[in-house]
Protein backbone atom coordinates (compact mmCIF):
# COMPACT_ATOMS: atom_id res chain seq x y z
CA UNK A 1 0.00 0.00 0.00
CA UNK A 2 0.94 3.67 -0.74
CA UNK A 3 -0.30 6.45 1.18
CA UNK A 4 -0.45 9.89 -0.29
CA UNK A 5 -1.34 13.18 0.83
CA UNK A 6 -0.94 16.60 -1.22
CA UNK A 7 -0.72 19.65 0.55
CA UNK A 8 0.29 23.59 -0.48
CA UNK A 9 -2.98 24.44 -2.63
CA UNK A 10 -4.81 27.28 -2.52
CA UNK A 11 -6.18 30.70 -3.96
CA UNK A 12 -3.43 33.10 -5.93
CA UNK A 13 -4.05 35.77 -8.41
CA UNK A 14 -3.13 35.34 -11.88
CA UNK A 15 -0.14 35.45 -12.80
CA UNK A 16 1.03 34.32 -9.44
CA UNK A 17 2.87 31.27 -7.91
CA UNK A 18 1.79 28.22 -6.01
CA UNK A 19 3.82 24.94 -5.23
CA UNK A 20 2.33 21.65 -4.08
CA UNK A 21 3.73 18.60 -2.43
CA UNK A 22 2.86 15.11 -2.46
CA UNK A 23 4.13 13.06 0.45
CA UNK A 24 4.54 9.26 0.05
CA UNK A 25 4.42 7.22 2.67
CA UNK A 26 4.26 2.96 3.16
CA UNK A 27 5.84 0.92 0.15
CA UNK A 28 7.95 2.38 -2.49
CA UNK A 29 9.64 1.54 -5.42
CA UNK A 30 12.51 2.78 -7.62
CA UNK A 31 10.48 1.85 -10.38
CA UNK A 32 7.39 4.36 -9.64
CA UNK A 33 6.60 6.64 -11.93
CA UNK A 34 4.85 9.61 -9.70
CA UNK A 35 2.25 12.08 -11.50
CA UNK A 36 0.00 14.79 -10.58
CA UNK A 37 -3.38 15.29 -12.33
CA UNK A 38 -6.31 17.93 -11.93
CA UNK A 39 -9.87 18.54 -12.39
CA UNK A 40 -11.83 21.83 -13.02
CA UNK A 41 -15.21 21.85 -12.09
CA UNK A 42 -17.69 20.08 -14.77
CA UNK A 43 -14.58 18.81 -16.72
CA UNK A 44 -12.93 15.08 -16.47
CA UNK A 45 -9.55 14.77 -14.49
CA UNK A 46 -6.46 15.33 -16.69
CA UNK A 47 -2.47 14.56 -16.96
CA UNK A 48 -0.54 17.67 -15.80
CA UNK A 49 2.87 16.57 -15.34
CA UNK A 50 4.87 13.26 -14.36
CA UNK A 51 8.77 12.37 -12.59
CA UNK A 52 10.11 9.69 -12.43
CA UNK A 53 11.11 7.87 -8.82
CA UNK A 54 14.39 6.44 -9.80
CA UNK A 55 16.06 8.67 -12.50
CA UNK A 56 13.96 11.53 -12.25
CA UNK A 57 12.83 11.50 -15.84
CA UNK A 58 9.80 14.31 -16.51
CA UNK A 59 7.14 15.06 -19.23
CA UNK A 60 3.97 17.64 -19.20
CA UNK A 61 0.79 18.49 -20.76
CA UNK A 62 1.02 21.07 -23.46
CA UNK A 63 -0.99 23.63 -21.42
CA UNK A 64 1.45 23.74 -18.72
CA UNK A 65 4.39 23.09 -20.51
CA UNK A 66 7.38 25.97 -18.94
CA UNK A 67 4.96 27.25 -16.64
CA UNK A 68 5.20 24.45 -14.67
CA UNK A 69 7.75 22.58 -13.11
CA UNK A 70 7.58 18.79 -11.24
CA UNK A 71 10.80 17.33 -8.91
CA UNK A 72 11.04 15.26 -6.29
CA UNK A 73 13.04 14.62 -3.42
CA UNK A 74 13.85 10.76 -2.84
CA UNK A 75 14.78 10.90 0.95
CA UNK A 76 11.88 13.15 1.61
CA UNK A 77 9.71 10.48 -0.17
CA UNK A 78 8.11 13.63 -1.51
CA UNK A 79 6.87 14.94 -5.24
CA UNK A 80 6.59 18.78 -5.99
CA UNK A 81 4.68 20.41 -8.69
CA UNK A 82 6.12 24.29 -9.10
CA UNK A 83 3.44 25.98 -10.91
CA UNK A 84 4.54 29.36 -12.25
CA UNK A 85 2.45 32.07 -13.89
CA UNK A 86 -0.62 30.74 -13.03
CA UNK A 87 -3.63 31.31 -15.17
CA UNK A 88 -7.42 31.04 -13.97
CA UNK A 89 -8.08 28.25 -16.38
CA UNK A 90 -5.46 26.48 -13.72
CA UNK A 91 -8.19 26.47 -11.42
CA UNK A 92 -8.58 22.60 -10.40
CA UNK A 93 -8.59 20.12 -7.56
CA UNK A 94 -5.12 18.24 -8.14
CA UNK A 95 -4.35 15.17 -7.23
CA UNK A 96 -1.05 13.28 -7.18
CA UNK A 97 -0.64 9.62 -7.97
CA UNK A 98 1.74 6.80 -8.50
CA UNK A 99 2.06 4.09 -10.24
CA UNK A 100 4.63 2.11 -12.06
CA UNK A 101 4.73 2.20 -15.73
CA UNK A 102 5.44 5.59 -17.28
CA UNK A 103 2.01 7.19 -18.54
CA UNK A 104 -0.16 10.03 -18.75
CA UNK A 105 -3.37 8.06 -18.50
CA UNK A 106 -5.35 7.61 -15.11
CA UNK A 107 -6.18 4.32 -15.64
CA UNK A 108 -1.90 2.99 -15.37
CA UNK A 109 -1.66 5.04 -12.06
CA UNK A 110 -2.58 3.01 -9.10
CA UNK A 111 -2.88 5.03 -5.84
CA UNK A 112 -4.17 8.16 -5.47
CA UNK A 113 -4.10 11.77 -2.76
CA UNK A 114 -7.07 13.12 -1.67
CA UNK A 115 -6.89 16.25 -3.86
CA UNK A 116 -5.46 19.90 -2.70
CA UNK A 117 -7.70 23.11 -4.24
CA UNK A 118 -6.28 25.19 -6.50
CA UNK A 119 -7.82 28.51 -7.43
CA UNK A 120 -6.56 31.27 -9.40
CA UNK A 121 -8.78 34.65 -9.55
CA UNK A 122 -8.49 37.05 -12.82
Known amino acids: QVQLVESGGGLVQAGGSLRLSCAAS????????MGWFRQAPGKEREFVAR????????YYADSVRGRFTVSRDNAKRTMYLQMNSLKPEDTAVYYC???????????????WGQGTQVTVSS
Open 97 to 111: AVGTTIATTERFYRY
Open 26 to 33: GRTFSNFV
Open 51 to 58: ITWSGGST
